[in-house]
């Protein structure tokens, strides 16, 4: 009996964010600009597309951005506005550090077009949304509904990244913890992993995987991962051997089709070549397995499932109305150095 109180405090604190939710991502509609600005989503896809074809890693960086930025706080451009002498931001923590600046560059073109014809209009938050999933297009990817209509957000926790994103090496168990905080099912898990399609990894975020040295139980520990094919191991070996003197040399996600959005990453999977631990155990786990499998057979259900994930993702913490703001620049706020909040 007198723990019944508690729970129903919990059941209402969660209706009431339920609420909270449902009303702000009713704000959003598709046609958000029409009146305001409506060659919007034009100017967008032109910026980026044009910055993709002169730098083909744009579409993987924007991708990442666009997953960082909504999973910790939600889709609100936080992880844009740079740090300054007045405060942090997203972009001072430790996974925030290798997001590419390619990523930043294009976003800033294409709110800069943005303000040229409509001055003060378009969020950034939108301006994301809508680059990833242009860029998701433009490699091959499907094409997905947005509404738009998103706020920028008044704060940008330094903190917040390193305590809510997945690390490299974290177990499939976490990786279902931290989805599941996030309202997010294993099958969403799964399917938006397969972003790692696109895009690169700096060879300390798995040189614990192919430099595995010393001894265990008595005998020789593997030179490497044992669940990684060994002619791929062999070939991230010779490519990473310099990476402590060189911190910038990476490898390919997917090294079958690494500038195409479609579902090699899952074949990838199962002949051993996941290029992180994170990628490789969503192979080895039970609960996840099925998925994989499913995924590497029909690229269809991959792209229909992943529309949804990112579909969902993309009004994950929106901000609306008096809860943000529309930046001028997406790097700084408007008018006040020092975050509110």
Known sequence: M????????????????????????????????????????RIVTDVVS??????????????????????????????????????????????????????????TRAKTALELECPGVVSCADVLAVAARDLVVMTGGPFYPL?????????????????????ANSTVPRLIAMFSAKGFTIQELVALSGAHTLGFAHCKEFADRIFRGGSKGG?????????????????????????????????????????????????????GLGLLSTDQELWSDPRTRPIVQRYAANQTVFFADFARAIGKLSVQGVKTGRDGEVRRRCDMYNGHPVPRG
């Open 50 to 107: 044009q910055k993709q074809l002169s730098h083909p890693t744009t579409a993987a960086g924007v991708l990442r951005v666009f997953f960082h930025d909504c999973f910790v706080s939600g889709c609100d451009a936080s992880v844009l506005v740079a740090p300054n002498v007045f405060a942090r931001s997203e972009r001072d923590a430790v996974q925030s550090q290798s997001l590419p600046g390619d990523a930043f560059e294009a976003l």
């Open 147 to 167: 509404r738009l209509g998103r706020k920028d957000a008044l704060a940008s926790s330094p903190t917040a990244p390193d305590a809510e994103l997945p690390l």
């Open 2 to 41: 007198g723990t019944r109180p508690l729970h129903l405090s919990v059941l209402f604190l969660l209706l009431v964010a339920a609420a909270w939710l449902a009303v702000a991502e009713a704000k959003l509609v598709a046609n958000y600009y029409r009146k305001t600005c409506p060659r919007a989503e």
């Open 219 to 271: 005998g020789a520990a593997p030179p490497h991962d044992p669940t990684m094919n060994p002619a791929y191991a062999k070939g991230l070996q010779d490519a990473c051997k310099n990476y402590l003197r060189d911190p910038t040399i990476a490898a390919f996600n997917d090294v079958m089709t690494p500038g195409k959005f479609d579902n090699m990453y899952f074949v990838n999977l199962q002949r």
